[in-house]
């Protein structure tokens, strides 16, 4: 760039402010308040607050036994066509510290259209109607075709327990998103993976009410892995719980909405002995591995 006189430059300037300056220039606009037009006034908190929020919520929970509408879609829910299925019963059973089982119902004769179990790393499927039974690791590709195949007790698991960070290995960064449409405070987990960090979870707390609206799980490479909705917080002895949960697979392909219709946290009735899934007899077993 070549040198500008300061003569040119001054006359610059002037012209430049005289611009600015002048009334019949300048377009006034009217900006909205920050957030949805609620007519509430915006809650603050910093990240020590919606970190102890989130163990409020997580840390009285040891098992539950729940009774679910699940409504199943799959296709391309980034953009594209998506297919809604019948929404059937099911029951899902959890445990601490990773036992999870989802048994679903067929909407019509209502028996068994699946029972899934998932402990540790690894999960159990049958299929009562194809005398089908699944063995295999949490982490296999799900490249099934059909994409209600794709099902993981592991993607109940992420989406229906909102777990605090785990601890130093976990980093949280805390943002805030608010403009004149939303109004939400971000926590970002981030986690060490060798020598890098990556971003794992995000959890956004709605900044009228400091609810927790969303959260979004990332695989290694930062893809979205599973963006799940709550809504309808409902006290279920003495906790709080979403009766209301939107999960979404993107790179699975598929969504799952659960309309809760009945949860009993912390009932005896939830022991050792309902996480056991014996393969049926003469079942074809399917074996799917990392």
Not at 114 to 142: Q, T
Request: proline letters at 7%.
């Amino acid at each position: 760039m070549g040198f500008i006189p300061a003569t040119r430059l001054c006359t610059f300037v002037v012209l430049f402010c005289s611009l600015f300056s002048s009334a019949c220039l300048v377009r006034r606009r009217v900006v909205a308040p920050p957030g949805k037009p609620e007519h509430k006034p915006l809650l603050t908190a910093d990240k020590a607050e919606l970190i102890r929020r989130i163990h409020a919520i997580s840390d009285p929970i040891q098992s539950f036994s729940m009774k679910v509408d699940m409504s199943p879609s799959v296709g391309s829910l980034r953009g594209g066509t998506v297919s809604d299925y019948p929404t059937i019963g099911a029951y899902i059973l959890f445990r601490q510290p990773d036992e999870i089982r989802v048994i679903g119902l067929d909407p019509v004769i209502h028996a068994t259209a699946f029972d899934m179990l998932s402990s540790g790393n690894n999960f159990k499927v049958s299929i009562p109607s194809r005398n089908e039974f699944i063995d295999g690791a949490n982490d296999a590709p799900a490249n099934s075709q059909n994409k209600l195949e794709n099902l993981r007790p592991e993607a109940f698991f992420g989406a229906l327990m909102i777990k605090p960070p785990a601890g130093p290995e976990d980093l949280t960064v805390l943002e805030e998103d608010t403009d004149e449409t939303r109004a939400n405070y971000i926590l970002l987990m981030l986690k060490r993976d060798g020598g890098e960090l990556r971003l794992e979870r995000t959890v956004y707390f709605d900044r009228y009410s400091l609810q927790i609206t969303r959260q979004i799980t990332f695989d290694a490479k930062g893809n979205i892995k599973g963006d799940t909705r709550y809504s309808h917080w409902q006290t279920y002895g003495g906790v709080l719980f979403p009766s209301m949960i939107d999960m979404q697979r993107p790179i699975d392909g598929y969504e799952l909405v659960l309309t809760v219709t009945d949860l009993k946290i912390n009932t005896p009735e939830v022991t050792a002995e309902k996480f056991v899934l014996a393969q049926p007899p003469n079942a074809k077993v399917r074996v799917l591995k990392e």
